[in-house]
């Protein structure tokens, strides 16, 4: 009999039955808790009967007593619904085993053992996507952070490392292809249809990069010669017909592996480097040790289907999981409270990466963007936590953009006061001395101070203090010296109501009016809580520009004239802070518009400010045209909240929408002419024309804000014109939000144009559920009854249900009804998949900071879901932490 299709009974146990019950309440882990395991693993074997419903596995594991442990007896081995079918000590099947809630427990005396236990699965039955799955006919894994232990029964914990070697054996025909980590040491033919294979991967790692995968794929292969003269074979593994869809991230990945040997000396160590793109994904993407696993939205694209926000998007993140070959394998992490060791650096780097690419001003602008969308909300709500987090009762909760995002500003801040060649001395430190190791945040900042020769003592509390210092600036002149004088808070947060100063790094500059210009950028770095500077020869009556380049992630507080952010918008010299000059006079027009009032006059001249300098940007013939979108970008609605305690939704949007028609009516020759000129020119991935795409669609953003009925016209013809997915997307998405005979028209053409390419139809749904019509809500009703519609599938559930609640229209429908479909979705999602419902919480945990009305709408729904029996460890952490 097909080991396979054995069934799955498990080891008749008496001491199953008699464990107790999972506690009511998780448990809180906590960071300063941390012990040394009390047994390693330096070596696993595991062997793999694959089948999509039927899946066993039998796991050796060579257990050592940790000299550094406490001696327990004890072997604790994870488990995460899984039972043992069997186990065997040294060779012997044992009986005296027990289970700890989902824990195996072994008693050993002496220091060395072979432990080995049989496990059961069903791969077809895994809708929570992590352990081993079945994702459209092929099995995959996800281990990060504790899927390992939904495998087999292990230590599962980033700090035992263990050196991995696989054995699989499946049906030919469902599993033609084989992959693990490392490299491919032997394969051959079973019976019955079978073939086999194994892996070895002699770089020891921690259970939660393991991974294998098996089924019908097929490659896009080439070669990369390393700096060592290592020859690496690359493949971009996915599903026969999507090979034409791969070629970009294969040049990625190229192009990735060059870049960090030149610009962090890091040399690829294994002759083998595989990437599978898989549709059932609960993340991005995954950096398994030689075998990357990627949600596909990070692989395919090519002109016709995907953007170039996609095109950018798949080169950053496949940057980022080849970066983490170092940054997180090489050396990994002591514990869980440590990800941002990983993750910040890695983000980092792949920042840097995409920069190196593109355009580095546009990318940083970029960067800070997503950071004030994702990261600011997260660092004034509930669920506010430092970058190195204290506790947790579910650590998939904090993979979020403060460990993310904010824990990459934190060490961009090292990097700016080091400067790069310093900072390149303390990575090179970081890197030889902990190589091999599972270290923590502090081993790191260590590393760059010794490295590049900093003193980090205060800047450390970046790493245990959360919420986003607010820095408020004046400056007077006197005589030519200026005197800038500075004020920092830290705001208080959950669990932190008392916060120390910390250092915070500012590039300044004084322009001259006359001539426009400055004599020279400074960086400064305030370190308590008030300090001034001074600056000697700054003329009568400068304009300041600061926190250039966004040196450090505060709120700068600085009420300014107008006329001043307008000058900097034309002539400051750093790019970003062009940018930030733009949103200051917008952000300081639409919150003064929306919190005190304006009468109409007043309203009127801070249109007319923003009028001016919007004019001079669509016009100006200097500008190219990808840094003229990004001027041209008003800020989002979430981030303008966040600049009010108490922000009413709705007036917001009123607001921010009155400005954008008023500038679409004010602008509408000049914007017409932008859209003409771009429209012209020809389809190429070169920045002129990218930048020609991008403003394309905003300037027919404005046009229908201002005349809908020319912005159809205009939005219809882009979309019959477009040659590629950007064109088609950016008119579809202003198409979708007018009522109009054209928006039909396109969205079923686009339907039918893209029938079975769930990439795009993820499109079809989202820009539908982003949209800005006045029937949104029923529109997003009926798309979750589409036959398309699938909970099972993250991307497709995000397509839909992330861009409602991410729409403002729509979430905060003033009767409750999209707060009442995101709770809905919430409780649905969470028993198929907690991982992924949890993410949702967030968007109902600001109620605090929402008009009285709503925030009881909003609570109201926590409360519904907090009701519900059975919530998973996910969701009762985010929706407690959101109420409490
Ligand atoms: N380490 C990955 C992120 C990741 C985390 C958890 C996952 O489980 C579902 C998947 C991916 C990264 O930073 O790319
Ligand atoms: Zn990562």
Not at 66 to 82: F, H, K, M, S
Not at 188 to 199: D, L, M, P
Not at 568 to 596: C, I, K, N, T, W
């Amino acid at each position: 009999m097909d080991i396979a299709s054995r069934p799955a009974e498990p080891a008749q146990n008496p001491q199953i039955a008699d464990a107790a019950p999972a506690p009511q309440a998780p448990p809180v882990i906590r960071r300063e808790d941390y012990l040394p395991p009390a047994w390693l693993v330096p070596e696993i074997a595991l062997d793999f009967a694959l089948g999509l419903d039927a899946t066993t596995v039998v796991s050796r594991l060579s257990v050592r007593r940790n000299p550094a442990g406490n001696g327990a007896q004890t072997l604790r081995l994870n488990g995460d619904q899984i039972s043992p079918v069997a186990v065997h000590v040294d060779g012997e099947a044992i009986n005296d085993w027990r289970m700890d809630g989902p824990d195996l427990l072994i008693e050993l005396s002496g220091e060395a053992h072979e432990v080995r236990v049989e496990t059961a699965l069903v791969p077809s039955g895994n809708s929570q996507l992590m352990g081993l799955y079945a994702s459209n006919g092929m099995l995959c894994t996800q281990c990060e952070a504790e899927g390992f232990r939904r495998i087999t029964f292990f230590p599962d914990r980033p700090d035992v490392l263990s050196t991995y070697s696989v054995r699989m054996a499946g049906a030919k025909a469902t599993f033609p292809i084989l992959l693990a980590n490392g490299n491919c040491t032997a394969q051959g033919e079973g019976e019955n249809g079978t073939h086999w294979a194994e892996w070895h991967d002699p770089w020891p790692k921690p259970s939660y990069l393991f991974a294998l995968v098996a089924g019908e794929l097929i490659a896009n292969h080439a070669t990369f010669t390393t700096m060592g003269g290592r020859t690496v074979d690359l493949n971009v593994w996915v599903r026969p017909g999507d090979e034409g869809r791969t070629q970009h991230a294969l040049d990625s990945l190229i192009a990735s592996m060059k870049w960090d040997e030149e610009t962090f000396g890091r040399e690829y160590d294994l002759d083998l480097f595989n990437i599978v793109a898989v549709s059932d994904f609960n993340m991005g993407a995954m950096e398994n040790k030689g075998l990357n696993v990627f949600n596909t939205r990070y692989v395919l694209a090519d002109p016709e289907t995907a953007t170039d926000a996609d095109y950018d998007a798949i080169e950053g993140v496949i940057g980022h999981e080849y970066f983490h070959n170092w940054s997180g394998n090489r050396i990994t992490c002591r514990d869980w409270f440590q990800l941002s060791l990983k993750e910040g650096f890695t983000v980092l780097r792949d920042q840097l990466f995409s920069a190196a690419m593109g355009s580095e001003p546009v990318k940083r602008i970029e960067d800070v963007r997503v950071l004030r969308i994702a990261q600011f909300p997260e660092d004034s709500g509930p669920l506010a936590h430092p970058i190195r987090p204290d506790s947790y009762q579910e650590i998939s909760n904090f993979y979020t953009a403060t460990v993310y995002n904010k824990g990459a500003e934190v060490i961009r801040m090292m990097r700016t006061m080091a400067g790069e060649e310093r900072f390149r001395q303390g990575t090179d430190l970081y890197f030889e001395r902990h190589d091999g190791e599972a270290a923590t945040c502090e081993d790191f900042v260590k590393a760059i101070e010794d490295g590049a020769g900093l003193d980090l003592t205060q800047f450390r509390l970046w790493y245990s203090q959360a919420g986003t210092p607010q820095v408020s600036a004046s400056l007077k002149v006197e005589n030519g010296t200026a005197v800038l004088s500075l004020r920092q808070s830290v705001p208080a947060t959950p669990g932190q109501p008392e916060k120390q100063p910390m250092p915070i790094p500012l590039r300044v500059a004084l322009f001259d009016r006359a001539s426009g210009t400055h004599g020279g950028e400074s960086l400064i770095v305030l370190d308590k809580a008030e300090d001034s500077f001074t600056f000697d020869g700054a003329g009568h009556d400068p304009i300041l520009s600061i926190n250039r380049g966004f040196s450090a992630p505060v709120s700068i507080e600085m009420a300014r004239p107008d006329a001043d952010l307008v000058f900097l918008a034309a002539h400051d010299d750093d790019p970003f802070a062009r940018y930030e000059a733009m949103q200051s006079l917008v952000v300081q027009h639409l919150v003064a518009a929306v919190g005190s009032g304006l009468n109409e006059a007043q309203r009127e001249a801070g249109r007319e400010a923003i009028g001016e300098a919007f004019g001079a940007i669509v016009t100006d013939p200097e500008l190219d045209d990808l840094m003229r979108g990004e001027l041209l970008l008003l800020p989002a609605e979430s981030y303008l909240a966040e600049q009010l305690l108490v922000s009413d939704p709705g007036a917001i949007h009123a607001e921010r929408e009155g400005l954008k028609a008023w500038l679409g009516r004010k602008l509408g020759g000049e914007l017409r002419a932008l859209h003409d000129r771009v429209s012209a020119v020809p389809y190429s991935r070169e920045a002129a024309a990218r930048g020609a795409r991008k403003v394309k669609t905003q300037a027919l953003v404005y046009i229908a804000a201002g005349d809908p009925a020319e912005g159809a016209r205009r939005g219809y013809a882009q979309y019959q014109a477009a040659s590629c997915m950007t064109d088609r997307q950016g008119a579809l998405m202003v198409l979708a939000s007018l009522d109009c005979p054209e928006r039909e028209l396109a969205l079923a053409d686009f339907l039918a144009r893209y029938e079975g390419n769930a990439l795009v139809i993820d499109k079809w749904f989202s820009l539908q559920a982003g949209s800005l019509h006045p029937r949104v809500l029923d529109h997003i009703k009926a798309l979750a009854s589409h036959p398309e519609f699938r909970m099972s599938n993250p991307n497709r559930v995000r397509s839909l249900y992330m861009a409602a609640a991410m729409n403002p229209v729509a979430f905060h429908d003033p009767d409750g009804e999209g707060y009442r479909m995101i709770g809905d979705l919430i409780r649905r999602l969470d028993p198929i998949n907690p991982q992924t419902a949890a993410r949702f919480v967030a968007s109902l945990g600001r109620w605090r900071r929402v008009e009285p009305q709503r925030a009881a709408l909003m609570r109201a729904e926590l409360e519904r879901i907090a009701a519900q029996a059975d919530l998973s460890r996910d969701v009762r952490e985010q929706v407690t932490k959101s109420l409490g």
